[in-house]
DNA sequence: TTGAAAGCGCTAACAA
DNA sequence: TTGTTAGCGCTTTCAA
């Protein structure tokens, strides 16, 4: 048996107990919020909780019930402000359900990738998001067979019936093009993602639907596949400039890579956007920032960030419900480097 | 008496035991590298692990012997690529001797900062690791006094006598502009970082010394007081540029102004480097990709992540070895920004 | 070198 | 409405 007199450096549950005169198993129900306690015994023991600076010890609460109120998190990397962007809205949305987060960085490594899911969903945490995943496939399977609770964001579409949430990124590229299409602009090159990402793909064809739309002539040269890299973004639009007849616009299929056409742009010794019109997408804080501000799509992150983290919360509190995958609107952002061709 | 044979749809150290043909006493004590084990034995049952892939449950090796092997780190936000950095130094570490990262985002409130030190330090993490703390003095004192092991990154050298880790800001700006001075540029102007920040007032104080060295005199009006912030590096260039008698070159005191001085510098019709040089500081990733590359004063960021998580782990280990501060030396990058000035 | 057993702090089922 | 108690999976004595 138990010795609830001998106190350990930290309160313990037992304390409260003590102090308020109540058995711990009433001090456990009010941690709970059991509606079978006695208001007044409730605010008395909340009153202890207080003076005490009692917390609960969740390894201790995870052992005996199961729930560690931990979430934890797979990305890839840190590198640019996408990541950053949703977690912030992850986090937030956890801080309010007083759930925490655990981080877990990949480096791009699909086998600690599969390893980290394994052992998370071993105890550790109530739930995973996972973001921008490389080889889901490898353990979505485990995770469904342990019916353990996960969301996916910016998927690349695989299993549909896993829960997921993205945004609308032929949408958002339709738009993106169709915007210069009606600026003036008919020679109009556009700078891919990863293509074996979905989001790469969506993007390329909102692309050519914008163009089919408004009878411009899909051309395969303005059409560059590179890797939402900076550098990468740099190189693609260097090729595009210096095509015999190169694009009056560009459209990079994220921000970093617009970036790197911008510098491209200055680099041939032509203005943005008097020259060249350059337009982005995820709206990245940076993007803002610069000059001339990059007009972009916007992507909600932060709001993906916590609509994934609600619907994880969701999932936690009733594990049956279908899983649903949401795509979250995107929008233009116009700022200052698109503007009609030359003449 | 708990019942070994009742399995739970994980493994547990109960299965290995049956498994082996020992008490679990033993797994544990294979498990923790406990010397007392026949070689054989031990060896069986290192084989049925494998076998079983059984993981340790930390929660409940937490609860019984007190170590969570989670190690808490408490970022101001994840905007810039600086922080994200830290992380993988850190995270990198961490994943080595098999701990694992609970990331809190403060969001820049002092508040919150409180409030995590005091929930983490009960018991959910070994350790801390707080990065850019804004108003540390709040709970050092608690986490001394409850010896809590902790570390600092590039604080803003509150009480000499905790471990952290910082980057030689003197020296490093004292480089930067020796290295501007070499080149022949004679009026050179400062954007400063946040001036309640250590780090920003020591970058300030290595600019001047570097001045004074070179008996180049001090003028007041080419320094700006700024935030570490794009937008405010743009503005703060922007007026040294309009100034009657404009600098020849800027240094900026972080990486993401000197972007924004570029971007001043390329509105005012001005080239880079041919007509204005620009510096910066950290040399975050993105340093390298811009064109033209900025030449930055190398801070090593993900190293002084590793760093700090050696050290927490030392802490960890030896909670009696005094605190040392280590100041990690920042190198001079050399890229493309910089050049003699005009005639 | 091994086994047995006492908790770590808590939740939840069962009694009262 | 409250008290009692059996574990959750593990580490760590104490014996053998």
Redesign the interface.
Known sequence: MRNPGTATS?VTIFEVAAQAGVSYGTVSRVLNNDPHVKTETRERVNRVIQDLGY?V????R??AGGK?H?IGMLVP?????Y???I??GI??ELQLSGY??????T?RTPVLEADYV??LA???VDGLILVLPRNPRDYIDILNS?HFPFVLIDHQGWGNECPAVSATNWQGAFNATEYLIQLGHKRIGIITGWMDLDSAIDRLEGYKAALWTHHIPFSEELVRESTF???DG?KSAMELLTLPNPPTAIFASND?MA??AM??V??TGQRIPEDISVIGFDDI??AG???PALTTVRQPLRNMGSVAAQMLLDLLKHPDIPSKRIELPTGLVIRDSCQPPRS
Not at 57 to 60: D, H
Not at 100 to 105: N, Q, S
């Open positions: 930290n917390v010890n969740r390894q201790a995870s052992l560690t931990i990397d840190l590198g640019t402000g990541i950053g962007e977690i912030q986090d937030s925490d987060l655990m981080l877990y960085t480096h394994a052992n071993q105890g550790m342990r890299q900076q550098l740099y970093v970036f790197g510098d491209a200055r680099e804080p940076q920032a610069i000059h």
